[in-house]
């Protein structure tokens, strides 16, 4: 699944070079894909800050500063966040409330972070170590269109 998931965003992306277009196609087409989640989208390194881009799912947080809540630590340590269950994360940020795990990866070219791909899901432990590998993979070609 995530090799046919990696090839439609990599199909999406493929000459366009409008970070906001790319990022609001690859998070409908990961939403669509991918069972089970109900938020799939973008937040962007703005000035050290990560500010809220496009996205699938309910309205969101819009501003979260690096080392709070899942996002921001997955920007500040440049390392995936895979989290089992969210309400046991020290500073998760609440968007909705149905969200159970999270999973983010950070966004990472020539060395400089350009933001992290969010995807929540309303069930415990939704996202295994398969879907790290997928999620990663979808980070690196997202990362160089962003
Ligand atoms: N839960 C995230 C905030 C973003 S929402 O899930 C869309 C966090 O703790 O960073």
Redesign the pocket.
């Known amino acids: 699944m995530y090799r046919d998931l990696a090839s439609a965003v990599q199909g999406l992306v493929t000459g366009e070079l409008d970070a906001i277009a790319n990022m609001a196609n690859a998070a409908a087409v990961i939403y669509e894909t991918l069972p089970d989640v109900n ?1 799939v ?1 973008f ?1 962007r390194n703005v000035g050290g800050e990560l500010v809220l881009g496009p ?1 699938q ?1 309910r309205p ?2 819009i501003r ?1 500063p690096f080392g ?5 630590v997955a920007a500040a340590k440049r390392q995936v966040q895979r989290v089992e269950d ?1 309400h046991s ?1 020290e ?6 409330a149905a ?1 159970a795990s ?1 999973i ?1 990866v950070p966004l990472i070219r020539d060395g400089e972070l350009i933001g992290v791909l ?1 995807i ?1 899901s309303p069930k415990p432990a939704r996202f295994t170590e398969e879907d790290e590998a997928g999620c990663v993979k979808l980070g690196e070609i997202l990362s160089q269109v962003l």
């Open positions: 938020w989208g937040y996205f799912g969101a947080c979260i709070t809540g899942v996002c921001g969210v994360f500073s998760h940020i609440a968007c909705d969200s999270e983010v969010d929540d």
